[in-house]
């Protein structure tokens, strides 16, 4: 990257930083999700949406204001979420099936929409990096199969890299539409895209196990250590 494009990069992320603090945005990241929203109209008027990862609550702000006071808006994180006025947070694991039930109690139902900004933290070693991002991503996937209604959405954060395609076919076979889209407040240099899948087809039905039983044996192992 030259000099030149370098300043332009920095200008472009002091913007979307200076935005969120006039906006009373927790996160410049909440304009990614407008961006996303604008073009491929993700939520509706009294949607039921899900952020997985949601800490510290950029895109928990901009899905309420989108499904408005009939919508139901929850984020999941393993970090406590400060209070945000019509929004309810849930501090649990999404690999849980305890935290899938708490999350279907809440919402009286299934969930219209599923979101994840969630990242790894970056080790240094991108391909690491990437499947680590691919592992996330496949938990949300999971968290598709066990709490979205049928025709729902999904919007999702991955790295690029070669495990792309595999994981946009395991989206396409889940979704009747898959796009890949990096929004305007993405960094230029960023390797991060946004995976938008429309029209859950809800072919798996995952049973939700007991709580007896997933004590005993857990729902899902996580490959390769902790993230």
Known sequence: MSLHDRWVEERKH?????LAKKLNYRSRASFKLIQIDDRFNVFREGDSVVDLGASPGGWLQVAKERVGDK?????????????????TTILGDITEDSTMRELLEKFGGRADVVLSDMAPNVGGAYSMDHARSVDLCTYALNVCDRILKKNGKLVMKVFMGDMMDSLKKEVESRFVSVKVHSPDASRDESSELYIVAKG???SRNVKLKDISEEEERPEFTVKGGKI
């Open 14 to 18: 002091e913007h979307y930083y200076k």
């Open 71 to 87: 919508g139901k808006v929850i984020g999941v994180d393993l970090r406590p979420i400060k209070y945000l006025e019509g929004v």
């Open 200 to 202: 859950f087809k809800a």
